[in-house]
């Protein structure tokens, strides 16, 4: 195929244009098969219909644009017909469309529909797969079996990929040289488009309820469908989710839901109806009048739409604010596709809202930083996870407490109780997130190691808790036990210089009883940071009164207050504040 100066729709986006632009130069300089990568929401619709008017007009060829479902089959036809120049050169092979047109110079196909009809279609210059990430990495499938017979009627076929998202529903990338697809010859983020004003902002908000998934067990690629409807579809879970659902949604002008089963969905949508007074609709495999539910939707004649994997792909509603995550999913794929249904911008809508009751952000990450899972062959060992230290960047194991290579004490990661306060994973990455709170309240406690040998020192570190709000708090971890002269050690030193007059304890026990008595200063306000990746933040920075002499006597503290264990505290007139400027935080 010759590839020619092509005039371009002047309604085209930039992204758009240079998205066709890059297909073509891959095509002319390349033999491999391409792929494009635009969000959902980004107008892959318009480059089918570019495509189309290029093949058809331009080059005088044939098109077959092969997708999964009745609803993308019917959108690519209505695309490639306002497109070309005779829309009579436009045809529709589906049977759930009722239509098997054969000779058309474009074709918009059901997958299901021709897998078996190579031969009777004809020769094709371009084969497009719209939502490729359906097609499965090995086997017999049904688009295999197409596409190697089409490659017999035209050994000179070219198949191009159209997509959101460039990995498998059950995991690993779609583009390798021995896959139907090689490479990506163009791709746009989400949170570029969302800055351009093409794709609505994504915010969230923390749930209630935070469940424990570690127990769930996975087949082909996704959580077992009975282990998550019994771990969701509990009266209590529900209960406090519709609660917060109601309260949340409120304003919402649309709402999709996305439930773990038919029984999970019916409960959720029977305790909607109690809790907004309102209708709710369902919708799954086996609803009839579901073209019928869709259009009222679409048509605003009611607000809750609750579904089970039906409502991922081909459905499309503009003025969508609020996408309900109920269900838990392995599948990255299957998790940006649930959220991308709030992408698409509309008059009056300012963001959509994502609620997140299946620990899928904190799994998969943001939408525009998705982490792929490439499968493991049977027998092949994971890689074992690691973690940086944040004062020397050395990476070790995450199985240890302190960096071996400068002593830095990584803090203690509990374990999430089933029911406690969930993380507040961001639904988009960005900057680290850094907010300054005010201090209610320092605690002081002797930390042991868990499993440490009680006779060694280092085992024993003192912990300062701050209270930053009625639930929140965040800890460090001051390591004078440590051997003198270590990082640990010598952080501890800086820090005890910062906050006391006093000489630096000799012992974390000593450092204990004069905190408690109120040896040192204490802060007003946490500057905390939580990167991206990060479930829980880190303390940046606080402010620190001086500690002078004033400061003790105004609350009344005395040098005999701080007498204990027979050591002698420094006098005041000793004391001589020193600024450290290389304090670490």
């Given at each position: 195929?010759?590839?020619?100066?092509?005039?371009?729709?002047?309604?085209a986006?930039?992204?758009?244009?240079?998205?066709?632009?890059?297909?073509?130069?891959?095509?002319?300089?390349?033999?491999d098969n391409?792929?494009?990568?635009?969000?959902?929401?980004?107008?892959?619709?318009?480059i089918?219909?570019?495509?189309?008017?290029d093949?058809?007009?331009?080059?005088?060829?044939?098109?077959?644009?092969?997708?999964?479902?009745?609803?993308?089959?019917?959108?690519?036809?209505?695309?490639?017909?306002?497109?070309?120049?005779?829309?009579?050169?436009?045809?529709?092979?589906?049977?759930?469309?009722?239509?098997?047109?054969?000779?058309?110079?474009?074709?918009?196909?059901?997958?299901?529909?021709?897998?078996?009809?190579?031969?009777?279609?004809?020769?094709?210059d371009?084969?497009?797969?719209?939502?490729?990430?359906?097609?499965?990495?090995?086997?017999?499938?049904?688009?295999?079996?197409?596409?190697?017979?089409?490659?017999?009627?035209?050994?000179?076929?070219?198949?191009?990929?159209?997509?959101?998202?460039p990995?498998?529903?059950?995991?690993?990338?779609?583009?390798?040289?021995?896959?139907?697809?090689?490479?990506?010859?163009?791709?746009?983020?989400?949170?570029?488009?969302?800055?351009?004003?093409?794709?609505?902002?994504?915010?969230?908000?923390?749930?209630?309820?935070?469940?424990?998934?570690?127990?769930l067990?996975?087949?082909?690629?996704?959580?077992?469908?009975?282990?998550?409807?019994?771990?969701?579809?509990?009266?209590?879970?529900?209960?406090?989710?519709?609660?917060?659902?109601?309260?949340?949604?409120?304003?919402?002008?649309?709402?999709?839901?996305?439930?773990?089963?038919?029984?999970?969905?019916g409960?959720?949508?029977?305790?909607?109806?109690?809790?907004?007074?309102?209708?709710?609709?369902?919708?799954?495999?086996?609803?009839?009048?579901?073209?019928?539910?869709?259009?009222?939707?679409?048509?605003?004649?009611?607000?809750?739409?609750?579904?089970?994997?039906?409502?991922?792909?081909?459905?499309?509603?503009?003025?969508?604010?609020?996408?309900?995550?109920?269900?838990?999913?392995?599948?990255?794929?299957?998790?940006?596709?649930?959220?991308?249904?709030?992408?698409?911008?509309?008059?009056g809508?300012?963001?959509?809202?994502?609620?997140?009751?299946?620990?899928?952000?904190?799994?998969?990450?943001?939408?525009?930083?998705?982490k792929?899972?490439?499968?493991?062959?049977?027998?092949?060992?994971?890689?074992?996870?690691?973690?940086?230290?944040?004062?020397?960047?050395?990476?070790?194991?995450?199985?240890?407490?302190?960096?071996?290579?400068c002593?830095y004490?990584?803090?203690?990661?509990?374990?999430?109780?089933?029911?406690?306060?969930?993380?507040?994973?961001?639904?988009?990455?960005?900057?680290?997130?850094?907010?300054?709170?005010?201090?209610?309240?320092?605690?002081?406690?002797?930390?042991d190691?868990?499993?440490?040998?009680?006779?060694?020192?280092?085992?024993?570190?003192?912990?300062?808790?701050?209270?930053?709000?009625?639930?929140?708090?965040?800890?460090?971890?001051?390591?004078?036990?440590?051997?003198?002269?270590?990082?640990?050690?010598?952080?501890?030193?800086?820090?005890?210089?910062?906050?006391?007059?006093?000489?630096?304890?000799?012992?974390?026990?000593?450092?204990?009883?004069?905190?408690?008595?109120?040896?040192?200063?204490?802060?007003?306000?946490?500057?905390t940071?939580?990167?991206y990746?990060?479930?829980?933040?880190?303390?940046?920075?606080?402010d620190?009164?001086?500690?002078?002499?004033?400061?003790?006597?105004?609350?009344?503290?005395?040098?005999?207050?701080?007498?204990?264990?027979?050591?002698?505290?420094?006098?005041?007139?000793?004391?001589?504040?020193?600024?450290?400027?290389?304090?670490?935080?």
């Amino acid at each position: 195929m010759e590839m020619i100066h092509l005039r371009r729709n002047m309604g085209a986006r930039d992204y758009q244009k240079r998205a066709i632009d890059s297909l073509y130069k891959h095509l002319q300089e390349r033999d491999d098969n391409p792929c494009i990568v635009i969000p959902t929401g980004g107008g892959k619709g318009f480059i089918v219909g570019e495509i189309a008017r290029d093949v058809v007009d331009v080059w005088s060829g044939r098109l077959l644009v092969l997708t999964h479902v009745k609803e993308l089959v019917e959108q690519n036809a209505k695309q490639a017909i306002r497109s070309v120049n005779d829309p009579s050169n436009v045809g529709i092979y589906s049977a759930g469309l009722k239509k098997k047109d054969l000779d058309h110079a474009v074709i918009s196909a059901g997958i299901q529909s021709v897998y078996n009809k190579a031969c009777d279609l004809g020769a094709f210059d371009l084969i497009l797969i719209d939502e490729v990430h359906l097609v499965p990495e090995d086997g017999d499938g049904m688009y295999r079996t197409f596409l190697n017979d089409a490659k017999i009627v035209n050994p000179k076929v070219r198949i191009i990929g159209l997509t959101a998202t460039p990995y498998r529903m059950k995991g690993g990338t779609i583009c390798k040289p021995e896959n139907i697809l090689n490479s990506i010859c163009f791709e746009v983020g989400v949170k570029q488009l969302i800055a351009q004003g093409y794709l609505s902002p994504l915010v969230n908000r923390s749930t209630a309820k935070r469940l424990d998934f570690d127990g769930l067990h996975t087949r082909n690629g996704d959580f077992l469908p009975e282990e998550i409807n019994n771990l969701m579809d509990i009266d209590e879970v529900v209960e406090v989710a519709v609660a917060e659902i109601t309260e949340a949604t409120k304003d919402s002008k649309a709402v999709i839901i996305f439930s773990c089963g038919v029984e999970h969905g019916g409960h959720v949508a029977r305790l909607l109806r109690e809790s907004t007074g309102e209708r709710v609709e369902e919708i799954y495999g086996t609803t009839n009048n579901r073209d019928g539910i869709i259009s009222e939707f679409k048509a605003g004649e009611f607000r809750y739409l609750v579904n089970m994997a039906v409502l991922t792909t081909g459905f499309d509603d503009p003025k969508i604010d609020a996408v309900i995550l109920m269900r838990p999913t392995k599948s990255a794929g299957l998790y940006y596709q649930m959220v991308g249904r709030g992408l698409r911008i509309c008059d009056g809508k300012d963001a959509c809202l994502v609620l997140d009751y299946g620990g899928n952000i904190e799994r998969h990450g943001p939408i525009d930083m998705v982490k792929i899972q490439e499968p493991r062959s049977k027998g092949e060992g994971g890689t074992a996870p690691t973690r940086i230290c944040p004062e020397c960047q050395g990476v070790c194991l995450v199985q240890y407490s302190a960096c071996p290579y400068c002593n830095y004490l990584f803090p203690e990661i509990e374990k999430p109780p089933h029911d406690g306060q969930s993380s507040n994973a961001s639904i988009l990455s960005g900057p680290p997130k850094i907010e300054t709170k005010k201090v209610e309240r320092v605690s002081y406690f002797i930390h042991d190691k868990k499993g440490g040998d009680p006779d060694d020192p280092k085992s024993q570190t003192l912990r300062v808790e701050y209270t930053l709000g009625l639930m929140e708090k965040i800890s460090e971890w001051i390591c004078l036990n440590h051997p003198k002269g270590s990082f640990a050690h010598n952080k501890a030193i800086q820090w005890w210089k910062r906050r006391s007059i006093l000489d630096v304890p000799e012992s974390v026990e000593h450092a204990f009883i004069l905190c408690q008595d109120g040896a040192c200063v204490e802060p007003t306000e946490v500057t905390t940071i939580t990167k991206y990746g990060e479930k829980y933040p880190n303390i940046k920075g606080m402010d620190l009164p001086e500690p002078d002499q004033d400061y003790f006597f105004k609350r009344g503290k005395k040098p005999n207050n701080f007498e204990r264990h027979g050591e002698k505290p420094n006098e005041w007139e000793h004391f001589d504040a020193e600024e450290d400027e290389d304090i670490p935080f």
